[in-house]
């Protein structure tokens, strides 16, 4: 828990430096009153607090969404309905707090939080990677990539492509470079974190029949 950054989102300088005292037993706290306070400094991985109080939150989410970042959320406030809280949940929050509170109270609450969702956050940050490194690839890649997840040899893949087995192979090794993987395991598998979807290969025959 000591390795664990927090960024306290919160334009209430009070508010915020009493949450942070709060916090500071629970690990790393970055206290910012905008998250372009951040400038250059994001943290790799962090849990992101934000005062839920005007247009703050959705303020904030959007600068995340912007910044391609994805830090689990938890949103806090003195006090709020459950219709609101569970609008926040539903819109991706990954809990919500009460605060002010008596520090102890807070830190359990929150201890809570954590470790019911990190499993969750933790799978929502890999496939969000993933389908970002997935995203650098070009269309044609991408079908390369589509066929050998289905498991197709190269020539299957070049004669549904109309291109030769040469260059099937040349865009095999940007597919596995702009990943960032060594071989076709580790691309599959990052194919399925990102949830990318596969489309059946048309072989020539295929193409006949279609044809006719």
């Known amino acids: 828990m000591q390795d664990t950054v927090f960024v306290v989102v919160d334009n209430n300088y009070r508010n915020r ?7 500071s037993g629970m690990g790393y706290v970055v206290p910012a009153d905008t998250l372009e306070d951040l400038g250059s400094r994001w943290p790799e991985q962090a849990w992101l607090l934000v005062h839920d109080e005007g247009t703050q939150l959705a303020e904030t989410q959007q600068a995340l969404r912007a910044a391609e970042r994805y830090y689990p959320l938890v949103a806090y406030a003195g006090e709020a309905s459950i219709g609101h809280v569970m609008e926040v949940l539903g819109s991706g929050a990954a809990g919500y707090l009460e605060w002010p509170l008596e520090p102890a109270q807070m830190q359990r609450n929150l201890a809570a939080i954590m470790a019911s969702k990190w499993q969750s956050a933790t799978a929502t940050l890999g496939q969000a990677r993933a389908k970002q490194r997935i995203g650098l690839l070009s269309p044609r890649e991408k079908e390369v990539l589509s066929s050998v997840c289905e498991g197709h040899s190269s020539k299957e893949v070049a004669r549904s492509l109309g291109i030769s087995p040469r260059t099937v192979e040349l865009h095999r090794a940007n597919v596995l470079s702009k990943l960032g993987v060594r071989n076709v395991a580790a691309a599959v598998k990052l194919s ?3 949830q990318f979807e596969t489309a059946p290969l048309e072989t020539a025959s295929d193409q006949t029949e279609l044809a006719a």
């Open 192 to 194: 399925v974190e990102a």
């Open 17 to 23: 430096h009493e949450l942070t005292l709060a916090l």
